[in-house]
């Protein structure tokens, strides 16, 4: 879903954050911008939590294929 509105944007930090995102557009760069904001979220997620009980016994059975 693609909602159009207006934002107020600060051009000097969005021409930075074009740069820094390789981004031609203003659209493209705050999409990039919120993607990128997501993946660090789900990675910080992930590695918060506890796999202590993932041994390689473990492991391996998680892969054994099933009938």
Do not use: Y
């Not at 879903?1 to 600060?10: E, V």
């Not at 740069?19 to 904001?37: D, F, S």
């Amino acid at each position: 879903m693609i909602k159009r509105t207006s934002l107020n944007l600060d051009l000097e930090l969005v021409s930075e954050a074009r740069t820094v995102l390789h981004t031609r557009a203003t659209t493209e760069t705050v999409h990039e911008a919120l993607r990128e904001v997501v993946r660090r979220d789900r990675r910080r997620r992930l590695a918060a939590r506890d796999f202590s009980l993932l041994t390689p016994e473990v492991i391996g059975e998680l892969r054994r294929p099933r009938s």
